[in-house]
C-alpha cells in the first residue's frame, strides 16, 4: 500500500511541476541545452550524499535518480519516494549560475505524511499540504554562499517556489508554481 501511495504521489507531483515548466517556469537556457546535468548534495542527517550527472543524452538517468531518492529521503521514517527530477534541475541550475562545485546541504527533502503532520503540530511554517510529501521539494543551503543570495536567484529565475528561512540559515525550493515567501 506505501509504494502505490508512493507512486501516486509521484504521479501527481510530476504532473504538476511538468506543468508548472511548460508555463514558461523552466529557463530556456535550461530547457534547450543538451548539455548533461549533473548535481552535488548531502544530507545533513545521514551523511549521505551524491555528486555525479543525473541527465545525458536528452533523458534522466534511472540509477543516478534512484540514489539521489535515497539521499532525500525521510530519514525519520527511512522511507524514500520518488523525487520529482525538476527539482534537481533547479538545484543544478542555481549551482551553474552561482558558479559553486560546492554540495548542497539538504535539510529536508521527502517528508513521509506522517513526519510532515508531526512537525506541522510543532510549528506553524510547517505547511499541511507541503510539496515535501510530493517529492517536490527540498529546504537547501549552499556552503560559503549567502542564504539571501541564493534564494534572491532562485526567485529571479521562476522555476518554483522559493521559501528564505533566514533565521535557519536554509532556502526552501520547489518545482512547484513560482511563489516565494
Known amino acids: 500500500m506505501a509504494g502505490r501511495r508512493a507512486a501516486l504521489r509521484a504521479a501527481i507531483g510530476g504532473l504538476a511541476c511538468a506543468a508548472a ?8 537556457a535550461l530547457a534547450a541545452s543538451g ?5 552535488s548534495v548531502r544530507r545533513v542527517q545521514t551523511g ?3 555528486a555525479g550527472v543525473y541527465w545525458r543524452d536528452g533523458q534522466y538517468d534511472r540509477e543516478a535518480l534512484r540514489r539521489l531518492d535515497w539521499v532525500f529521503r525521510d530519514p525519520a521514517l527511512d522511507e524514500a519516494t520518488p523525487m520529482d527530477p525538476r527539482l534537481f534541475d ?4 542555481l549551482a551553474q549560475r552561482m558558479e559553486s562545485t560546492e554540495a548542497f546541504e ?11 503532520a508531526s512537525r506541522a503540530l510543532r510549528s506553524r511554517r510547517v505547511s499541511r ?15 560559503g554562499r549567502d542564504s539571501l543570495g541564493l534564494a ?30
Do not use: K
Open 21 to 28: 515548466f511548460l508555463a514558461g517556469g523552466a529557463p530556456a
Open 35 to 39: 548539455a548533461a546535468r549533473a548535481v
Open 48 to 50: 549521505d550524499s551524491f
Open 90 to 93: 533547479v538545484l543544478h541550475l
Open 106 to 116: 539538504v535539510i529536508s527533502g521527502y517528508r513521509a505524511p506522517e513526519t510532515n
Open 129 to 143: 499540504v507541503s510539496l515535501h510529501m510530493s517529492g517536490m521539494a527540498a529546504d537547501v543551503r549552499l556552503p
Open 152 to 181: 534572491r536567484l532562485a526567485a529571479e529565475l521562476q522555476v518554483g517556489g522559493v521559501g528564505l528561512y533566514r533565521r535557519d540559515g536554509f532556502v526552501h525550493l520547489d518545482c512547484g508554481p513560482a511563489r516565494r515567501w
